[in-house]
C-alpha cells in the first residue's frame, strides 16, 4: 500500500541550530501538506503545495520557516534557527483525486 | 473562520462499553467532514468521512458518526469500545484545499 514517507521520525536539536524535515508524498498525488502539532493540539496548517507552487503559506513562519517542493515531488521543510517553541511533530500529507489526505508517520522534534 | 470544536479533551470508557466523542462545526455551508485517530508517536488514520451522500457515516473499526445539520454536530460513536481503541481522536473539516482541525479528544478505556 502506498505511504506518505517522512523522515528523520526523531530529531533532537539545540535551539539556534537549522532543521530540516524531508516528504515524500504518495506517487502521482499533486498537493501535498505540512502540519505542525503541539503535544496537546490538533495539526495546525503551515504551507500547501500543488505540484511546486506554494498555495497557502500564511500560517508558515516565514522568517525562520521555509518550505520547498522543486519538482513537485518530494518536499523539505527547513527551520532555522530552531527555537524552543519549535518542538512539535511535523506532518506531512498528500492528496489525490479523491479529495482524502494521507498523511506520513510525522517528524517529531525537539528543540532543547 | 472555519472552525472545529471537540467537546471534551479526554473521554474515558470502560470496556465494551458505548464510546461517543463530540464535534461542532461552524460553518453556514456544511463542509466535507472527517474523523482521523492517532496513536502516540504516529500520524493521523482516517476514520469516516461525511461528503453529503449520506447522513450516517461507517467508518473503519467499527465506528460510526451522524451529520446533524440542525445541530452542526459530528459525533462519533462506537457501540462497544474495546482497549485497542484508546487513541486521540480529531475531528476535521475541509473547505476548499484546507483541512481544519480540532483540538482532539483523548480516549482511554478501562479493563
Known amino acids: 500500500e502506498a505511504e506518505v514517507a517522512q523522515s528523520p521520525r526523531y530529531k533532537i536539536t539545540e535551539k539556534s541550530q537549522a532543521v530540516a524535515f524531508w516528504c515524500d508524498p504518495i506517487s502521482g498525488h499533486a498537493t501535498l501538506y505540512w502540519y505542525r502539532q503541539i503535544l496537546g493540539q490538533g495539526p495546525e496548517l503551515l504551507v500547501q503545495f500543488q505540484d511546486e507552487s506554494v498555495v497557502d503559506d500564511s500560517q508558515l513562519p516565514k522568517d525562520r520557516f521555509s518550505a520547498e517542493r522543486l519538482k513537485g515531488v518530494d518536499s523539505t521543510l527547513k527551520i532555522q534557527p530552531a527555537e524552543l517553541g519549535d518542538s512539535a511533530m511535523y506532518l506531512c500529507?498528500?492528496?489525490?483525486?479523491?479529495?482524502?489526505?494521507?498523511f506520513g508517520e510525522g517528524s517529531r522534534l525537539t528543540v532543547l | 473562520a472555519q472552525s472545529v470544536t471537540q467537546l471534551g479533551s479526554h473521554v474515558s470508557v470502560s470496556e465494551g462499553a458505548l464510546v461517543l466523542l463530540r464535534c461542532n462545526y461552524s460553518?453556514?455551508?456544511?463542509?466535507?467532514l472527517f474523523w482521523y485517530v492517532q496513536y502516540p508517536n504516529q500520524g493521523l488514520q482516517l476514520l469516516l468521512k461525511y461528503t453529503s451522500a449520506a447522513t450516517l457515516v461507517k467508518g473503519i473499526n467499527g465506528f460510526e458518526a451522524e451529520f446533524k445539520k440542525s445541530e452542526t454536530s459530528f459525533h462519533l460513536t462506537k457501540p462497544s469500545a474495546h482497549m485497542s481503541d484508546a487513541a486521540e481522536y480529531f475531528c476535521?473539516?475541509?473547505?476548499?484545499?484546507?483541512?481544519?482541525f480540532g483540538q482532539g479528544t483523548e480516549l482511554s478505556v478501562k479493563p
Open positions: 476535521a473539516a475541509r473547505r476548499g484545499g484546507k483541512l481544519i
Open positions: 460553518s453556514s455551508v456544511p463542509p466535507y
Open positions: 500529507a498528500s492528496t489525490g483525486n479523491t479529495g482524502e489526505l494521507f
